[in-house]
């Protein structure tokens, strides 16, 4: 409990606006998932108590009119109790069965729920992506122009074929048309981010996220925790299913008070009396190897699927860390690059200051620089949501 606890603290240190992205989700998405854990609770209550048969409380009134010069009324109520007390187990394990079936359902609602709060999170680094490629293709459309200018002026001049002109032209009419797009997919993230929340994207910040140990991960994992609980909640209904064709005691209790009948009173009867016993009893099903068979095997299927999830968890994290990894490579050649590009310009703007290249040269280099520092922000989104993939599954981690 105190690692969980020192766990829980590290992930909301690594995250700069944690409360605030904890709570994103509309105030209807909210409600939904709490109303689906309230349900859980009570539905998990019931179970648990489903052991416990109701006492019975009957009251009747009889009028007879048997007799020719009367009728005769009676009336009586009685107090019934049939409870068992011993189901050789069945009554502790199936009390085990229903807490752990109300752990897994919740921690199931819960990775819902922070899935869907990964997915507006997602939106709002897309958007913050979008926004950047729009930029970076601002700065290429610029160069395309430079490009069509310089080819034109060739092309004038006789030193350049027409095709080469008629590509720097059509170049420019694409990257146009994807920025174009881009403002498309800018209405879309929107449109999809407004029906999962109800705040203003532009107005929230983004969180900074950092890879946490695959130990950490696996630890914290709502999928493993999940399946976890429904393996234990598969063996405590194996247990259950195999204590319903064992004996059973049950205590049977009734209290009586009844009117006599007045035409045939005996002395000694009482109106009110208590009738009592016990029973033992076992059931003999010709279905009953199978229905235990049938829950054994529930049993081994979830224990299997507990595995598998472990092995998918540790994939996953693999993958991701290999990604990183990745991005981490291409950040590095951006970097290269802009230092690169930062010489040329410098050297490119000094030859145009002394007439021997000309300002479109030491534009397409300042350009070009800044695209390349552009790449650079989009790698380090591009890691965020990557991680975010493993934060989503992790329980209060946003």
Known sequence: MKKLFLLCSLLASSLIYADELGDILSDNKELIFDYQLESNELESDILSKSWLNPVRVQYSKNFTTQFTDITVITG????????????SGGIYYGIKYSQALRDATRADIELQKRTMIGDAISILFNLKKTKLEQEKMKYQIKNDAIDIRQK????DAGLL????????????SQDETALLEMDLTLMELKQKFALLSDKDPEKLHLPALKLMSKTDYSESNLELKRDRLRAAQSDYNQKVTWAKYLPEVSLQGQYTDAD??????????EEKYYTYGFTVSMPLDINSFSDIEVSKVEKLRAATELLDRKET???????????????????LLAQKDEKV????????????????KTSFDAEVMHNSLEIRK??????HID???QLLKLYVRIENAI
């Open 76 to 87: 009586g109520y009685s107090v019934i109790i049939d409870q068992p007390i011993f189901k």
């Open 152 to 155: 034109r002026d060739s092309y």
């Open 161 to 172: 074929d027409s095709s080469f002109l008629d590509q720097a032209i059509l170049k420019k």
């Open 260 to 269: 006599l009948n007045p035409l045939f009173a005996r002395p000694g009867l």
């Open 313 to 331: 968890v540790d994939e996953e994290y693999d993958w991701i860390h290999n990604s990183l990894s990745i991005l981490d490579k291409k950040i």
């Open 341 to 356: 590009y930062n010489s040329l310009y410098r050297l490119t703007k000094n030859l145009a200051d002394a007439g021997e």
């Open 374 to 379: 552009i790449d650079q922000k989009i790698y």
């Open 383 to 385: 890691k965020q949501l």
